[in-house]
């Protein structure tokens, strides 16, 4: 018999029985064929290579993620990741939803398609991310969206991330007695219907006991956000999944994990991982090293970063190096946190990471998706620069202070005085911030910020958490003038201004969210931008980030969106005045 | 808040941690809300019970079984199993398909609605068992068909088992490499497609390495078949699924699985369980005994009776104790082989096991599976009991020889003089065997056994695996046409005759194959059957199986089809006279 090629002298790990098996590996068109000793069987193999005893291991699985995240495509994405050993990811593309609806949902999947990772998708359970009392957006999924996006992707395997775990809580007993009326639940609903081997993410911070037992009551059976060791425990013990991304990984979780005891109840996921931090630091494959750097058996972190997400959602093909799986997997050369990744392989195929492609693309996406920036016709931004009062006396105002440690913000209380019945706010250490309906209404929130803001300056995104209508932050009229009109101008981005020149200007050409750019330039824009914000006052481990969820009405305390000031803990609109 | 249910003071299993834990369990509309200590919280319940320190452990899962094996509809079996704590089972109605094609399946579904347990179906991937050049059945499954129905019904779950692993083994390389084509693998290939969460049920006796490593790269990834540790430790190895059915139940293969190394590979599985063992022994919950019986720690054992298989199949909603999962569970008094299942609650509701109805039903299929037995008219039985040859001298003719300890049967010769230009084979210790097609073609086997066979008497059976055509076996002209003629009267059964009489009937009418008589009646006259075939000369520990499989042309060695006798091995059609 003649296959396609034997990998000699290897030591796989055999992910089912835990163990080290030194073989030979047989691969036949994409898949493996088998793994023992060639020697006792008459076989051809187009290509026999001697791994020399080097380590074979599972490739790297992420089932939680956000591709709009890393700033680029999905192609862009795959072409950068595989260098890092994931070949299967499961996105949750709720940013674009939230732009394009469903189209949003469908460019996506349909521009997963290349040679390096597999790429499966979570439908977006939560968008608009609250509701059209609060935000609006680019397009609303519904029910029966999502329905039919299940039955004519082959790629979704989920339903993605369930992000109003308050409300399931707050009003369990209207939606679980009284059958009070809730999309999220109908969406849920109809997956358990009509697909009921899926997954169903969550989203459920800190929650735990009873709280937790109501959102596994309604459907939600999996957790990617911060733990500790007792939430951890109190999710393996009701039966949630749990997935640890990097901010999880402290050696007190790591240490209930070594006993190998929860195997299988956890898997390690990347969620949010922005372009700089895949180019230096690497993707899920970071994380990883950093479990087994806080002393997590070499195996068992192997076992959380391949075999048990793959089980989570349910693939019968891959996440383990076994006949009839996909050849997906990794030649290390040894078995601690500096492991190098030698060779990957990818459908049985070895990806030529030396001369591996880093390219641009251009206009991938139908046009529309380059000219999604509407503002409406009657917006002026000067009028919404300039905050009109009837008196010329000092004004309390609500203010959000941001922090440098999270993205949490408290509301605090300013008073500022007034010029000509105008607000004077200019250069008082004070931001003014905008969110500027960008879907063709006539709507934007104006409030303020403190805290670890920015001076001498303004920052505008139309990458803004979840809504992504233009966020506009900054400390003077000018600046802030020029930020917003150079978005309209590149139809989408991140621009940093100060003293009236352009700092920073990353052009995010595709729904004004992602980019085509390759990822090793995008990269070097993401840290130049990062060095500046810094510089320009915004004090934050992840300063873009610190400032894109100002605008995320179910990130606590109080955000803003095109509606207005949000207090997130009563999901209501508050008055810039007090 | 008001919920339904609270069991106070339980002791309850948690599979997820291998842990028992003493709490209170609250139900809510069918699931399962919470387990925990309820006086923490302001909480209603519609009924409180204290269990008094009962243990509570989820009920059981048999997810490879077929239910005409049981010789009744899916309604009767229901309300007899789920006294056995039998909750879920993933039937595969290969019989009924091998009758009445995609209608049967269709039929068996739509039958399946039940107050007691959750009847899932894997739809049969080999019928009929072999080919058409071997014998002829009511209904050929399609992979459109297939699909059709993966579509139609929520109840599809699975692929059921693949049978053809002889030819999968042997022509490997022109499947796999030079794609011929082959109908199962077109069917497994359109399940991979368009069900890709989707089990693939096995049937791969004694086959191991290389061989069953070509099975799992084809896409077949369980085996139910009988096992030795070392072909489960193959398999386990491998990646392949085990499901351990009562003959598998050996000291040895459970000596393997006591240290919990192998948790979650494997489950138990009836495969094919009779009516008297279902009602004397339990059915799934025998097995469950046997292994504890066998040194299986307990926990082992229930966790391979209820969370594993759900597991393997992917279930999200059962085979665990825990907020979100259908309220389906057992109280029992005690943590040993001798177990009493005190109660057992179905969907949060406790069934009434004292007073449980045992009804039988009437005419609940269509009216076509009534009148099933359809001979050709052209067919004329007593032509058919004389064998006709040119010289009046001695023959040297075929004959399959039974023995007493499995359904192996083997090849043998044997002389039969002549009388008339007909061969003399009454009274003679040989039974003449006819397998006559029910479905209108005028085509039947004709062959010889001897071995444990019947003496002074007749068998007549329309439940012959797997194409259920007429099966006749017997010693003497007179009982078997009296035994033929009363099958047709009847429209389907099994019936035994001996000196001119009726000895046993059991009317089979739903289909020929089985029945809507209540499983307690039923089991009485299975009984009585078994006791007299014994008595009439067929000694095996299963004499109506050893008969029924005669016509089962992929069971090892020598078998009759309505084409002829059949050499399994080689799978062909032999000629009766050597």
Same mark, same amino acid.
Request: proline fraction near 3%; charge should be negative.
């Given at each position: 018999?003649?296959?396609?090629? /034997? ?133 609303? /999924?519904?029910?029966? *969206? ?19 775990? +308050? ?69 393996? *013990? ?61 195996? *068992? ?29 990794? $030649? ?68 959000? +202070? ?70 506009? $932050? ?6 802030? *003038? ?11 981005? $991140? ?84």
């Amino acid at each position: 018999m003649k296959i396609d090629l /034997i990998l000699k002298n290897a030591n796989i790990y055999n992910v089912f029985i835990n163990k080290w098996v030194h073989s030979d590996l047989w691969i036949l068109n994409k898949k493996i064929l088998y793994i023992g000793d060639s020697s006792k069987y008459d076989i051809n193999a187009n290509q026999i290579i001697d791994v020399k005893n080097k380590y074979i291991i599972p490739s790297f699985i992420d089932i939680h993620m956000h591709i709009e995240s890393s700033l680029c495509t999905p192609k862009i994405f795959a072409q950068e990741v595989i260098k890092h050993g994931i070949t299967t990811v499961v996105a949750e593309p709720h940013e674009m939803a939230n732009v394009f609806g469903k189209e949003g949902i469908s460019k996506m999947i349909e521009q997963s398609k290349n040679p390096y990772i597999d790429i499966f998708y979570g439908l977006p359970s939560s968008v608009p991310s609250t509701s059209y009392d609060l935000e609006n957006n680019g397009g609303e /999924i519904t029910s029966k *969206e999502i329905d039919e996006l299940m039955k004519k992707y082959k790629e979704v395997i989920c339903l993605g991330e369930v992000m109003q775990y +308050r409300t399931f809580i707050n009003e369990f007993e209207d939606i679980a007695i009284n059958n009070k009326e809730n999309k999220t639940i109908e969406l849920i609903n109809s997956v358990q219907e009509n697909n009921q081997l899926f997954a169903i993410e969550g989203h459920c911070p800190s929650v735990t006991d009873l709280d937790l037992a109501s959102l596994l009551y309604l459907g939600v059976n999996s957790d990617h956000c911060l733990q500790t060791p007792e939430s951890m425990i109190n999710r393996f *013990e009701q039966g949630m999944f749990v997935e640890l991304q990097d901010k999880s990984i402290i050696k007190e979780n790591i240490d209930l994990l070594i006993n190998g005891k929860y195997r299988g109840l956890y898997s390690f996921v990347t969620d949010d991982c922005p372009p700089n931090i895949i180019v230096e630091k690497g993707h899920l494959e970071n994380i990883i090293r950093k479990a087994i750097e806080f002393g997590l058996p070499f195996e *068992e972190a192997i076992t959380a970063g391949s075999y048990s997400p793959a089980k989570r959602i349910g693939f019968r093909d891959r996440g383990a190096i076994a006949p009839g799986f996909i050849a997906d997997f990794l $030649i290390i050369d040894k078995l601690d946190k500096d492991f190098n990744i030698e060779e990957v392989y990818k459908s049985g195929l070895k990806i030529d990471l030396k001369n591996r492609i880093d390219k641009s693309l251009e206009k991938n996406f139908p046009d529309n998706f380059y000219n999604s920036i509407n503002v409406h016709k009657n917006f002026n931004i000067q009028d919404a620069l300039t905050i009109k009062v009837k008196e010329n006396k000092t004004h309390s105002v609500k203010v959000m +202070r941001k922090n440098s440690k999270s993205t949490y913000t408290d509301l605090i209380e300013r008073s500022l005085n007034t010029k000509n019945n105008e607000l004077d706010w200019e250069y008082k250490d004070t931001n003014l911030v905008l969110s500027i309906n960008r879907y063709n209404k006539n709507t934007f929130g104006c409030g303020f910020m403190d805290g670890t803001c920015i001076k001498n300056g303004a920052f505008c995104s139309s990458h803004a958490h979840d809504s992504h209508n233009i966020l506009l $932050i900054g400390d003077n009229k000018k600046d802030l *003038e020029l930020a917003y009109n150079r978005l309209l101008e590149i139809q989408g981005g $991140i621009i940093l201004v100060s003293n009236g020149k352009i700092i920073n200007e990353i052009p995010l050409s595709v729904a004004g969210i992602i980019s085509e750019i390759n990822m090793n330039d995008l990269s070097k824009m993401v840290i130049d931008l990062q060095n500046n914000l810094v510089k320009y006052g915004v004090e934050h481990a992840n300063p873009l980030m610190s400032l894109t969820t100002i605008s995320l009405p179910v990130s606590p305390n109080i955000k803003i969106s095109d509606k207005g000031i949000i207090d997130v803990r009563t999901q209501k609109i508050i008055d810039l005045f007090n």
